[in-house]
Structure formats: structure tokens, C-alpha cells
């Protein structure tokens, strides 16, 4: 029932790798949830496997009714892309998931190099809020059921994630 | 075999279900606004939970289009009220309980050998009219973009032009 990707992939994107790879692979997650924390090191390994041949974007999609930190967590991932260290804080948070709250959250910013006390005014006035949410916005439409959601080169991807040979296979297929 | 739905165009048949152990929800009642009903097979199985908590969270979008969501499926009251409270479920979750899926059956959506309901969307208009249904495989939750889709039709809104 998936439309497909909506909005494809654009310049506002946080990307790892080419934009011209032939295949692009697109998550929308929540920092919470430990689903999107059992994928985290599969997309790694998925990344070191495929080097140039794969783009990753990461999309926010916080559940946050189930997941009382999320939001914070994807609006502090937003304020470091702001500052080219998006994927510094995405991989901070993933292997600091079960501790998110604000405090932490300001101490992982300023152990990458932000000024925490930014980070918190834009924590306070919801500077990436409408971001986080054009996001989330943008993943109902794209047919996103659950975190994690994957898309592969903008086809929902509705296969075993949590299998790296069938994700592998996926890919793989998808680049050729 | 999958169950046959009731198609678009077909007025939705009317019911009174227990929301609560002391409150019923009528879907007459709710005439004037569009209605977003979701039968789904069962509380606490993973996909449902997931879906029905995917709705949860999406629940501002589908009242910024003033229609309101009713969950359904063959659980009892005490259940859903578990199940609702452990998940933090803000709209309805109703019990097709006694007699059992009387309600999925006048839908088409009852799986008789299993003893539940499909996992069935069905979208209606403000006048009780079915304008859009969808029956997923039952262990696949099919996400809210066709739900949304068929309010953008019901309410001549183009996806995305609503701030």
C-alpha cells in the first residue's frame, strides 16, 4: 500500500556517501527505540560493506508517546547536523540509547564539540521542532508502520531488516 | 481467503460497542465529522500494538482533519483498558465482544477460523457513508498513508497543503 518515498531524498537530507550511489538507502528511526538500536550496527556493517555503493539518510520519525525522550533526542540530532556533526550525535545517541535524557543529551553535544548552553535554548524554544516534525510528517506519507522504517532507492523495504543477509540480498539487488 | 469488505459508496452499518466497561461509543453519534475505523486481530500482538501506537502518535494529523478514530477488534473491555493504558492510547479502542465480531462480520472484515477481525481500514464520510476501505495481510501493518489519502479526497485537500 506504500506510495513510495515522499519527498525523495533532497539537499536537506543527512547523508553518508555519494550522491551518486546506486543504491540509497533511507531510515526513518527514533533515537529510542530499540528496534532502530538493534539496526544501528547492521546499517554499519551494511555501510562498511558497500563503501561508495551506498547513500544512508537518516530520516526522524520519534515515536513519542512511546518514547518520552525521542523528540529531544531527533531536535538535538537536528541542532548538530546544523553544525556538519549530524552523524556524530546520530551514532553518539544510538550507543547511548537508554540514557537521554536532557542532561545527557548536553553533555553528548558537548563532548562533540557544540556549545551546550545553545543546544539547550534551542532544546527550550523547539528551534528544530517543526523539523523533526515535517520528518515525521513526511514518513506517514511515505508509508512508514513502525521504527525502524527502511526505503530502498524510495521503495518501502518490508523484508527482515534484522537479517543482514536478506538486507545484503536487497541491496545488493537493488544495485545492480 | 481474505474476507470481502464493504466497498465504497456502502453506508456504514451503525453499532454500539463498549469503549469502556461503563461507556459505549455509537457510531451515529459521530455523524457531521469523518470517521477512521481500524479493526485490527488483537491487543498485545506485536503488530497491532505497533499500529495502533503508530496511530497514537499520528492521532493530531487525523483530527486536524476533524475525523475521529475508533480501534476494533474482539477483545473485551478489561483488556483494552490494559492494553490502552500500557500503551497510552488516546482515542477509542472498542470490544466486539458479545456476540463475538457481530460488528467485523457486518463489515466483512471477521476471520472466521481464526476468531478475529481482518486488520481493515475503512474510511467514512461526515454522512456515515464508506468512502475508502483496505484490508491488509493480517501480520502486516499497513501504516496511515492510505488512511490519509482518503481524507485528502473526502476533504478536497491536497497532501501536504495543510500547514
Known amino acids: ?176 | 481467503m481474505a474476507a470481502t469488505l464493504l466497498a465504497p459508496g456502502t453506508p456504514a452499518p451503525d453499532f454500539t460497542l463498549h469503549a469502556t466497561p461503563d461507556q459505549t461509543v455509537a457510531l451515529s453519534e459521530l455523524r457531521g465529522r469523518p470517521v477512521i475505523l481500524a479493526f485490527y486481530p488483537a491487543d498485545w500482538s506485536p503488530v497491532c500494538g505497533d499500529q495502533m501506537a503508530l496511530y497514537n502518535e499520528i492521532l493530531p494529523e487525523f483530527h486536524g482533519y476533524g475525523a475521529e478514530l475508533l480501534g476494533i477488534s474482539v477483545d473485551g473491555v478489561w483488556c483494552h483498558a490494559a492494553f490502552a493504558r500500557d500503551r497510552k492510547i488516546h482515542f477509542p479502542l472498542l470490544a466486539d465482544f458479545e456476540p463475538k465480531g457481530a460488528v467485523a462480520r457486518r463489515y466483512g472484515a471477521y476471520r472466521e477460523h481464526d476468531g478475529t477481525t481482518e486488520r481493515a481500514l475503512f474510511v467514512l464520510d461526515a454522512d456515515g457513508v464508506i468512502r475508502w476501505s483496505y484490508c491488509s495481510p493480517v501480520g502486516v501493518n499497513p501504516g496511515a498513508d492510505g488512511i490519509l489519502r482518503a481524507l485528502d479526497e473526502l476533504t478536497g485537500r491536497t497532501a501536504g497543503a495543510r500547514s
Open chain 1, 1 to 176: 500500500m506504500s506510495g513510495g518515498l515522499t519527498p525523495p531524498v533532497g539537499p536537506d537530507d543527512h547523508a553518508a556517501g555519494p550522491a551518486g550511489a546506486p543504491v540509497t538507502l533511507v531510515e526513518y528511526g527514533d533515537f529510542e527505540c530499540p528496534y532502530c538500536g538493534q539496526a544501528y550496527p547492521i546499517v554499519t556493517a551494511l555501510q562498511e560493506r558497500l563503501g561508495d555503493r551506498l547513500r544512508f539518510v537518516f530520516r526522524n520519525f520519534p515515536l513519542k508517546e512511546s518514547h518520552p525522550h525521542a523528540e529531544h533526542a531527533a531536535e538535538v540530532a537536528e541542532a548538530a547536523g546544523a553544525s556538519g556533526l549530524f552523524w556524530e550525535m546520530h551514532d553518539t545517541l544510538y550507543e547511548h540509547q537508554r540514557a537521554l535524557t536532557d542532561a545527557r543529551l548536553l553533555e553528548y553535544a558537548e563532548a562533540i564539540g557544540l556549545d551546550p548552553r545553545a543546544v539547550a535554548r534551542d532544546l527550550e524554544s523547539g528551534t528544530w521542532a517543526d523539523r523533526v516534525r515535517q520528518d515525521f510528517r513526511g514518513g506517514i506519507r511515505s508509508g512508514v508502520n513502525g521504527t525502524p522504517t527502511f526505503f530502498i532507492n524510495g521503495e518501502r523495504f518490508d523484508g527482515a531488516w534484522n537479517d543482514p543477509g536478506e538486507f545484503l540480498a536487497a541491496l545488493t539487488q537493488a544495485s545492480s
